[in-house]
């Protein structure tokens, strides 16, 4: 587990592109065989990623948590990006096909992820958040997912935004995620951009190629800075920051919210006379 710690807004203004990287930019989440975790301090905010290869891999943060297993006090939402696998819950047994999404609630004690080919594995991302009661574990294929279409090709941001863990979809305690693609030849999300004072969020892009970029501009609205993104790379956006990307190309990417309000248009756009 990793350990990232806050950033005031004040001090952001004087950092450095390696500074801005190192507390922002999570750049390697996929081993084979391997776990890998960030812990951030904005919402208590755990991002991981699993591949899982000859043996099934636990769901397991060490000590760092100090609680006696990873979801004892938490809820966490999981999108397999990669080919088929399947995640076990107390035993029972969730398939996850490409960008499918499992919810786990509060005290499910025996978490393992598998591949259903171990020489063609499944790729795992998860967010987890802090939990107050259990709701029940529940699987949301994509193709079940409810689709909401924005944007437009004059703008350059034609885009399917998918809803998982939210409001009126799969209910948990705070955690909101979801997926958002873009249309091939559209690469804005979202311009304007706007900021929610009373939650973070995490972004993992991917479906990128190899030397396909995303430009990721966070910060306050008037003192904006980017970070230069690549397939696989998460972003841990503060809640005084904005979060908005344009990419060499068309991109996807999970959007996960934890924090104050159970809504998801609980924001404020900025207008864009304001972005500097």
Not at 198 to 225: C, I, K, Q
Request: net charge negative.
């Amino acid at each position: 587990m990793e350990n990232r710690y806050t950033t005031n807004p004040t001090d952001f203004k004087n950092y450095t592109t390696e500074r801005v990287r190192n507390d922002f930019l999570i750049e390697s989440l996929f081993v084979e065989g391997e776990i890998k975790m960030v812990y951030t301090h904005y919402d208590r905010t755990v991002v991981g990623g699993v591949i899982p290869t000859t043996n099934a891999i636990k769901l397991d943060a060490g000590d760092f948590l100090r609680t006696e297993y990873f979801l004892e006090r938490r809820e966490i939402g999981i999108v397999n990006i990669g080919p088929k696998g399947k995640v076990t819950v107390e035993g029972e047994v969730y398939d996850l096909n490409k960008r499918d999404c499992l919810y786990i609630g509060l005290g499910k004690e025996n978490v393992t992820f598998e591949s259903e080919d171990s020489s063609n594995p499944a790729k795992f991302y998860f967010v987890s958040a802090l939990a107050h009661k259990e709701y029940p574990t529940k699987v949301l294929p994509i193709a079940d997912a409810e689709p909401e279409r924005l944007g437009e090709d004059a703008t350059s941001n034609k885009r399917t935004i998918y809803k998982y863990i939210h409001q009126n979809g799969i209910q948990s305690c705070q955690l909101m995620m979801g997926m958002t693609l873009l249309e091939p030849n559209n690469m804005w999300n979202t311009m304007p951009a706007h900021i929610h004072d009373r939650r973070n969020e995490v972004y993992l892009y991917f479906d990128m190629d190899e030397d396909s970029r995303v430009f990721h501009f966070m910060g306050e609205p008037t003192e904006t800075r980017h970070l230069v993104v690549k397939n696989e790379q998460a972003i841990i956006s503060p809640p005084w920051s904005i979060h908005s990307g344009v990419g060499t190309k068309n991109y996807t990417f999970i959007w996960a919210m934890a924090g104050e309000n159970y809504t998801f248009k609980d924001m404020d756009f900025v207008p864009m006379e304001n972005l500097k």
